[in-house]
């Protein structure tokens, strides 16, 4: 074991234009990575050197031939060390012949110069047990796959300018950057909490789901424009777009409300969209109401770029055709209507067969076993009666065949629902329209939606029944905060509306959707401590305990707070839209798995005896 000593590299391969200009036999010390070799004989070898940050690489020319200042051992050595070996390569220059073009892939190759090998040294081995096959590594080698993916080194990279970007952006209106706690107390605001026991007995403290109440408590020490890229911690279901902890850019403006918050995030996603991607988006996003939304698109966060809108129906349809489709009484009947954009053979025989496949699949069957009743299928079919239609009855056909223009080939579904306000995130049609089109676009009868769809969706219900994956404010009335126990009702109406039937309150909240993702939600905040305490103890109703977590909050409010509103993004979930990739995990450096793991560090690990000792704890059978 010895202390590796190199010397400092006198060109950098990462420099915007590496070894430019070069002088021909000028000695050059590099840093960098091997790469791929070519052997043209036992005299003669080609060596590709890898830039630090994985973007370049130059062409390292290996001989058995003298040359002055060249180590004669150094060729063989050079010919025995593995891919991915961190070395030092001291050589001259020379100019390269040129080369055809060929696809260099995801790293540059520089094609100017090479160098001639004088003497290289390795400074830490490749061990050969590390098996590297077309340089994919598992989530257990994660630090390798840092290394070899040129894709995620350059994920990170344009992370970290678009969050040097958005800082400058905030400081230069206004914004003062403030960093809040990461050890907070359980308080229940509605989603499942990470907790930190202490080794004070009984005492714990939880890990924030959110900034929520600390930047609200700093809108009522007067700081008038606050944000911060805060670390959130959720204990919830994994999905593609979710991570146990992530990162939200989180902003609060006092005497504010929502047209302000609203103006500030469009000038924000604008001017970063246009600076990274070069893409303009619309000057003015489009808002849809919550219940607009959901009646169209059937989804709370609609990819706007996909046609296929949703219709209110059961008003044409025969009682005996809706009693086919569905065991409900009184049901809300939807349809939608999907057509391919390829025109090959019979369309309504092709579309028939996709039909069936899709619904015959695993992904089909949740869908036809639908509790409130499968899907209604009709292809419509210009050779048969009514096209196809003719369970529809003359009158509907004709009234579907003019709200939606059909077509030969043309796929109608028809999907009941309880006929009730809506609630949650997604109808069962919702879920289907977005299904059928990902198949259609697997089996390239459509192309991918293309561009950027941003919105506002708006005018959320303030309360919804509670969810069995989120445990809400633990209150006994039947209800939760549909986003957190903060939001405010959104005018005077509403506020009446609470003592009348608060289901019927509308919220002053505010969510933005860019391409069926929902990238973070605001809201005009209860600012009046009577309101607050109104709200907890005689709305959600929640206990005098669950009450008195929040008093530190409420004694905040009571000391003159003024209107304040504000709005968290996720910034994981932003990088991975604007990058185009299909999963957060390709914007973080150490993700965990969809079980919450973290394959590289083996976390989460069991506790040993001392811990559960030195923190009380003890396991329950």
């Keep these: 074991m010895q202390l590796v000593l190199f010397p400092k590299e006198t060109h950098s391969l990462t420099s915007p234009h590496p070894l430019t200009p070069f002088t021909v036999g000028e000695e050059v010390v590099l840093h960098g990575y091997l790469g791929l070799s070519a052997s043209l004989s036992k005299k003669l070898l080609f060596v590709q050197l890898i830039s630090k940050d994985r973007a370049r690489s130059v062409q390292i020319v290996s001989s058995s031939n003298p040359l002055p200042g060249r180590d004669l051992s150094a060729h063989e050595y050079l010919r025995k060390l593995p891919m991915h070996t961190p070395v030092v390569v001291?050589?001259?220059?020379?100019?390269?012949?040129?080369?055809?073009?060929?696809?260099?892939?995801?790293?540059?190759?520089?094609?100017?110069?090479?160098?001639?090998?004088?003497?290289?040294?390795?400074?830490?081995?490749?061990?050969?047990?590390?098996?590297?096959?077309?340089?994919?590594?598992?989530?257990?080698?994660?630090?390798?796959?840092?290394?070899?993916?040129?894709?995620?080194?350059?994920a990170l990279a344009k992370r970290s300018a678009a969050g040097l970007f958005l800082r400058s952006?905030?400081?230069?209106?206004?914004?003062?950057?403030?960093?809040?706690?990461?050890l907070f107390k359980s308080t229940p605001e509605g989603a499942r909490e990470f907790v930190v026991p202490t080794r004070r007995k009984g005492l714990a403290y939880s890990l924030p789901q959110s900034p929520q109440q600390y930047k609200q408590i700093l809108m009522g020490s007067g700081v008038t424009k606050y944000f911060q890229f805060a670390r959130c911690f959720r204990d919830e279901d994994l999905r593609a777009?979710?991570?146990?902890?992530?990162?939200?850019?989180?902003?609060?403006?006092?005497?504010a409300g929502a047209d302000e918050v609203i103006a500030i995030i469009e000038n924000l996603i604008r001017s970063l969209w246009f600076h990274f991607i070069d893409i303009q988006l619309p000057h003015a996003f489009p808002k849809l109401s919550y219940s607009e939304a959901m009646a169209q698109y059937g989804s709370d966060k609609p990819d706007t770029r996909i046609e296929m809108r949703i219709t209110r129906v059961e008003w044409l349809l025969p009682g005996d055709l809706i009693s086919k489709i569905t065991p409900l009484s009184d049901p809300a009947v939807e349809a939608l209507t999907l057509r391919f954009e390829s025109d090959e053979g019979d369309n309504a025989s092709v579309m028939r067969d996709f039909v069936t496949r899709f619904l015959d699949s695993a992904e089909g069957m949740p869908f036809v076993n639908n509790p409130e009743g499968g899907p209604g299928v009709f292809v419509v079919d210009s050779t048969k009666p009514l096209q196809g239609l003719q369970a529809l009855g003359f009158e509907a056909a004709e009234h579907i065949e003019d709200i939606y223009e059909i077509e030969h080939g043309d796929l109608l579904i028809l999907q009941a629902r309880p006929n009730q306000p809506f609630s949650g995130g997604s109808t069962g049609l919702g879920n289907l329209r977005l299904a059928l089109h990902a198949a259609a676009v697997r089996e390239k009868y459509l192309k991918a939606p293309a561009g950027f769809a941003p919105l506002w969706?708006?005018?959320?219900?303030?309360?919804?029944?509670?969810?069995?994956t989120e445990p809400g404010q633990g209150g006994n009335a039947g209800l939760a905060a549909t986003h957190h126990p903060f939001t405010s009702p959104k005018t005077s109406q509403d506020v009446d509306m609470l003592l009348v039937d608060p289901t019927k309150v509308m919220g002053d909240h505010y969510d933005l959707v860019i391409n069926g993702v929902e990238l973070g939600g605001g809201s005009r905040r209860i600012h009046n401590a009577e309101m607050q305490a109104f709200i907890m103890r005689d709305i959600l109703k929640m206990s005098p305990a669950g009450l008195a977590e929040f008093s530190h909050l409420l004694e905040v409010l009571r000391a003159g707070c003024p209107p304040h509103a504000g709005i968290a993004l996720g910034f994981d979930r932003l990088m991975a839209l604007m990058l185009g990739k299909s999963s957060v995990r390709e914007v973080i450096a150490f993700p965990k798995t969809g079980k919450g793991e973290d394959m590289l560090v083996k976390s989460p690990s069991p506790l040993s005896d001392k811990i559960l000792e030195t923190y009380f704890l003890q396991y329950r059978s």
């Design 90 to 154: 001291i050589g001259q220059l020379r100019e390269r012949k040129q080369q055809p073009d060929q696809d260099a892939g995801e790293i540059e190759k520089i094609k100017h110069v090479e160098v001639d090998l004088l003497r290289v040294q390795p400074l830490n081995e490749f061990p050969g047990d590390i098996i590297a096959t077309d340089t994919v590594f598992g989530p257990e080698q994660r630090h390798l796959q840092l290394r070899a993916d040129v894709e995620l080194q350059t």
């Design 457 to 468: 969706v708006t005018d959320f219900p303030l309360f919804s029944p509670p969810s069995n």
């Design 241 to 255: 777009d979710r991570q146990p902890e992530f990162t939200q850019l989180d902003l609060e403006m006092s005497f």
């Design 169 to 182: 952006k905030l400081h230069d209106l206004g914004f003062i950057e403030v960093e809040t706690p990461i």
